[in-house]
């Protein structure tokens, strides 16, 4: 029987070829995101996901300029100031009148400056006549809210909607307003300094006359407001970039500067930082780094721990955040239509139309099987790297919760397995959440409940760190409790997941004990936990560097050789960053290699750059050609210098993992991290000199 997709239980996200073949320009700030074309325009926009969006609804899906009636031309356009900016520079087009060019192209320069600071969006229009004669030009601002719920432009159907009211005409602007089902006014409100010439319901004009080199300016601000939320201060344009900029750059100055000799690792370092403030945002439930833009613009309980982990040698003041805020949200009651537990840890908060409506099950949604391990171990992780114990005894409440669910729902051996609650919620609840992300050899889908085997790893190591800082804190007899837990359940999981014929651990057991035979990266997690046996866990690692798990670009999540594997897939032979990071850590944390005499790295993993199959995009959807010999580590290729020594250098868990070239200094400029501020260890977690990174002794441990 061939299998469907619904809409409605999936939350898929429906492609749209058109969509993909026109670019997008994202800014974004908090609650709030905006996607333009090129031209720094919302073009009229239905299903396609461009607009201003805030809180989960779309409060612009139209925002377009016209110059005496026509598109200007598109010069350039660049996102400024580590993306807190984007400047977009057009000109005028030919105008015609019988056969004759009244107005010759590019006399009219039009330079447009945007900004978005909370719920509301900033621009500057700036335009210069650089012809020669008197030119009277009308400028026009066409504009137009639908307020459509986010989940609507993934795909979902309603049966009905709100109502639109008339928009209200005011001197200077116009004011546009929904009433939701949810009983939510939501409200648009686009004013302009100065007040506009012509004022209309869904556009406006400037008559602009200007002499040869004259130029004027016009101020176009947008904001987003509820109901039930307060309106937001106004801004300048100026004033609102540079509040976003001094935010940011106070978060940003907490991380550590590090510097190589390579400046393609230089600018992927430093944008990653910039990166990492451009999704952090202030909640009313605390600081948070969103997933990412724009789906997945809000609060996601692994993504956020995951992060955290990968951050915490640098900045552990992000881990701090993290889990302070999930400790706000966590699972008080038994709440099935969200799968809601006492002690789980929030899978995914949304704001909007449909969540608070309930036509979606995620306004607090809770159907994450490894959020919850997560947490107790980044927090037992942070106080290793931090000695922060007042942070410790802050969140032990909701670290002892978090350990009896796992308790609660773990089996006689143990496993710690789902199967939803919610009618809607997630089928598959790991970090692997697509509907045929969890199979078997021949292709059939696992059925429920689900144990995945990095989530008993997950258990393993939150059980084995916190029983560290439970020591610290005189807990001893409820620290021996856990180890007891730990070492019994890596006893029964190295027996009962392992794979002797592939050399790996099961993918997972289904819900009749049977294990999942398929290769896939999740072992890989389990390397990071240390739940492997050094001998498992050596299989494990040249299992996954074969041909049809590694392919260049990084580890796959399914082998090539699988029945469900498929290059272009979500989670079924796809390559994610943050898996090969984890895989990476793992990797470090069982194998030591010979250290270069130049080198004081705890060790060192070469990665077969020789054996790949991904780079080139015919080999990446045809398992097992071999380019071998050729450099296939796509960004670090030099042409001038040839293919990079390529090495993996992690420390053990929970680190950063970075790519470096063969005897690349990579240097640690601790001094940006403040006295007293929430990151003031930094500068002593990992020192970074002479080609090598130095951590201390409690870093370079070994599982044994």
Known sequence: ????????????????????????????????????????????????????????????????LRLNGKLPLLLHTTTTHAGSGLVTHLSNADELCDGAVMLQRDMVALRRDKTLLGASLYERLHVQNYGQELLQLELEVLFGADFADIFELRGSQRARRGELAAPKLERDGVRLRYHGLDGVWRETVVKFIPAPSRLGATNVGFELNLAPGEDTAIEVQVTCSTSATPSPPAHTFASALTTVLAEREHWRVQFPVLSSDHEGLNAWLERSVHDLALLRAETEYGAYVYAGIPWFATIFGRDGLLTSFETLGLSPGLAAET??????????????????????????????????????????????????????????????????????????????????????????????????????????QGWKDSHDAVMHADGTLAEPPIALAEVQAYAYAARRSLARVARRLNCTEQAATWEGQADRLAQQFQRDFWLPEEGT????????????????????????????????????????????????????????????????????????????????????????????????????????????????????????????????????????RGPPAVSFCCSRPPSACVLTRGNGGLRSHASRCRPGSVNSRCAGSKLVTGGSISTSSADAGVPQ
């Open 1 to 64: 029987m061939p299998e469907h997709v619904r809409l409605e239980e999936e939350y898929y996200l429906l492609a749209s070829a058109a969509a993909q073949r026109r670019p997008q320009v994202f800014l974004n700030h908090g609650h709030s995101f905006v996607i333009f074309d090129p031209a720094g325009d919302i073009p009229l926009a239905f299903r396609d996901a461009y607009g201003l969006f805030h809180r989960g609804t779309r409060f612009l899906h139209r925002y377009e």
């Open 323 to 428: 889990l302070r805020t999930l400790a706000t949200l966590q699972g008080k009651d038994y709440v099935s239509e969200r799968d809601e537990e006492p002690g789980k840890i929030i899978h995914e908060l949304r704001d909007g139309e449909m969540a608070a409506t309930g036509e979606i099950p995620f306004a607090r949604y809770y159907g994450s099987v490894d959020a919850t391990p997560l947490f107790v171990w980044l927090l037992g992780e942070y106080a290793e790297r931090t000695a922060d114990l007042a942070l410790v005894r802050e969140l032990w409440p909701a670290a002892l919760a978090a350990v009896a669910w796992m308790d609660t729902v773990a089996d006689a051996n143990g496993y710690i397995a789902y199967a939803r609650h919610a009618s809607r919620g997630l089928i598959n």
């Open 505 to 640: 651990f099961a993918l997972a057991l289904d819900g009749h004990y049977q294990p999942c035979r398929v290769v896939s990266s999740n072992p890989g997690h389990c390397l990071f936990a240390g739940i492997a046996h050094p001998a498992q866990a050596r299989q494990v690692v040249a299992r996954l560097m074969e041909d049809d798990m590694f392919c260049g670009w990084g580890v796959r999540t399914l082998s090539a050789k699988a029945r469900r594997y498929n290059p272009m897939s979500y989670h079924n032979g796809s390559v994610w960053p943050h898996d090969n990071a984890i895989i990476a850590a793992g990797f470090a944390r069982y194998v030591r290699q010979p250290r270069p005499a130049n080198s004081s790295l705890p060790y060192l993993i070469p990665v077969k750059v020789w054996k790949s199959s991904a780079c080139r995009s015919s080999s990446a959807v045809s398992p097992g050609n071999s380019s071998r010999g050729q450099s296939r580590t796509p960004w670090l290729a030099n042409r001038r």
